[in-house]
Structures are given as structure tokens and as C-alpha cells.
């Protein structure tokens, strides 16, 4: 049982590391002026960031800006 569960470990590990790290991100993006980042994620062909001002940001894969949401202030 015991080499049962320490090769399901050492699988997980494989798959798990063997995995792509990062999609491509883009160089460089630029943010609205008075902006600052207060949190980032990505997609496949998509960076998001969530500013401080309660805009999200969605940039393409070459950093041009595609669409800025304004979140309701609570």
C-alpha cells in the first residue's frame, strides 16, 4: 500500500511539474494614468488587471488595451 501511494505521489509531481509554467505575456503594458495594479491574472491570449481607481483592465497578448470595466464603489 505504502509503494502504491508514493508512486501516486511521484505521478502527481510529474504531471504537475512537467506542465507549462506561463502562457506568452506580453513585454510590457501601460496603465491609466493615477492607476496602479492591485492585482493580475491571465488567460491564454489575455492579461487582467484589477486597479486601484476599481477598473479592470483586460489587455490582448501583444499589451494593447482591449476593454476597461468599472466596478460599482461600495
Avoid: K
Wanted: aromatic share 4%; glycine share 8%; net charge negative.
Amino acid at each position: 500500500a505504502m509503494v502504491l501511494g508514493l508512486g501516486a505521489i511521484v505521478t502527481i509531481l510529474w504531471l504537475r511539474l512537467s506542465a507549462p509554467a506561463l502562457p506568452d505575456l506580453p513585454e510590457s503594458v501601460s496603465l491609466p494614468e493615477g492607476s496602479t495594479a492591485e492585482a493580475v491574472t491571465f488567460a491564454r491570449d489575455r492579461l487582467i488587471v484589477v486597479t486601484n481607481r476599481g477598473e479592470v483592465l483586460v489587455y490582448g497578448a501583444d499589451g494593447a488595451l482591449q476593454q476597461t470595466v468599472v466596478l460599482d464603489q461600495p
